[in-house]
């Protein structure tokens, strides 16, 4: 019994996990790890949260930006080989703007708040999840291209439109 295939159907039929699941897996959980569990993760939250507060409580800021985004481009490096090995190619020329709108639209309607200091890495992979649904059925529709840019548009901004009311509420609310 296989639990991941490293042939994708090419000579035997297609069974198993894809391993990129597994390492999706492996990367969330080695981030939920560092973002809720240690001091760096409290730290990133804090300055999200509050820059000013955080700096003022003896967070150097300058550091800690630094270094989450130097784990953020690395993620991104991961990111682009895995996509890289799904294409079996790469072009600086193909679907940029679309894969950036996917990734902002899937941590947003994750839970991620675009204002800071909230949200979890799970969430942006289940609003990856979303936002791959939505795509792939838009696909299966014959939905034009323009289209699906505008439906995944308009899930972005009910995302954003109700991450803002709720920060309204929150912030009116204390």
Known sequence: MLICNTDRGRI???QGVPWVVLLVFGILAVWTFVLGRTRFGRYVYAIGGNAEAARRAGVNLALIRTIAFTLCSFTAGLAG???????????????????????VAAAVIG?????????????GVLGGVVIAGIANGMGLLNMSAASQYMVTALVLLVAVTIDALTRRGRVAGT
């Open 111 to 123: 839970g991620t708040s675009l204002f800071g200091g909230r949200g979890k890495a799970l969430h």
């Open 12 to 14: 035997l039929p297609i």
């Open 81 to 103: 080989v895995i996509y890289a090995s799904r294409l079996r190619s790469i072009s600086t020329a193909f679907d940029g703007g679309t894969l950036v709108l996917y990734a």
